[in-house]
């Protein structure tokens, strides 16, 4: 089992650019999750998906961030036009539905010049 | 709304030390509760979890306690080690919910 896989694993980009980070669940899960992490907000959920439909976005700190899901093994993340305190980790999680437990990816550094 | 704190860190011990890690939370329902870790560079991987009051979670030397009349869920471990340090982080679920809430991470260090 390869588990949730996210790319890159680091970016770094000048205010303003596109940015689009992806994520691969693990096989069979139906439920997959962004998360940001900051030192000032600690982990925030940003959107879920159940089998591909988007749930709830409530998360989602504004308009430039978009996610979507177009399949059950792949999802992304994108902000537009980044800013530098768009600057975090953002992690993946994927889960079965049903399951209390999250398995996370390693998470992409994003550093927003 | 549902909400977790735990005591704030870092934490900084000698190896062998006992390790205690509060967490609290409010929660409107009979949510489940869970110990997650991160290492350094990594992901976070679940630690153990406790689905109803009373029960206990465990794994690698970790416990916690699900406490209904505390509201508490505190980690402990009676002798850490180097391989220890990491972040901590505990959360819950609420009942029949799929979103986890966070507390804020509590970094452990565990000096030689």
């Known amino acids: 089992d390869a588990g949730v896989i996210q790319s890159p694993r680091h970016e770094v980009t000048e205010m303003g650019q596109e940015v689009t980070l992806r994520c691969k669940p693990i096989?069979?899960?139906?439920?997959l999750f962004w998360y940001r992490q900051t030192m000032m907000r600690g982990l925030e959920l940003l959107i879920y998906?159940?089998?591909?439909?988007?749930?709830?976005d409530s998360g989602m700190p504004e308009d430039r961030f978009s996610a979507k899901m177009p399949n059950a093994s792949f999802s992304t993340l994108k902000i537009q036009p980044s800013e530098p305190r768009d600057s975090a980790v953002y992690f993946c999680?994927?889960?079965?539905?049903?399951?209390?437990?999250?398995?996370f990816g390693p998470g992409t550094r994003l550093t927003v010049t | 709304g549902n909400s977790v704190t735990q005591m704030e860190g870092p934490v900084t011990l000698s190896e062998e030390a006992f390790l205690t890690i509060n967490c609290t939370y409010t929660a409107t329902g009979y949510p489940s509760l869970f110990w997650y870790v991160q290492y350094p560079g990594e992901g976070l991987q679940l630690l153990l979890k406790a689905t109803k009051a009373d029960d206990k979670g465990s794994n690698k030397g970790f416990e916690a306690t699900y406490r209904k009349e505390t509201t508490s869920f505190h980690l402990e471990k009676g002798s850490v080690q180097v391989s220890d340090s990491a972040v901590y982080f505990c959360?819950?679920?609420?009942?029949?919910?799929?979103?986890?809430?966070f507390g804020q991470g509590t970094r452990l260090t565990i000096n030689p």
């Open positions: 999680a994927s889960s079965y539905r049903d399951s209390r437990e999250q398995y």
């Open positions: 998906f159940n089998n591909n439909v988007p749930i709830d």
């Open positions: 096989s069979g899960h139906n439920s």
């Open positions: 959360a819950l679920r609420d009942q029949g919910a799929q979103k986890l809430v």
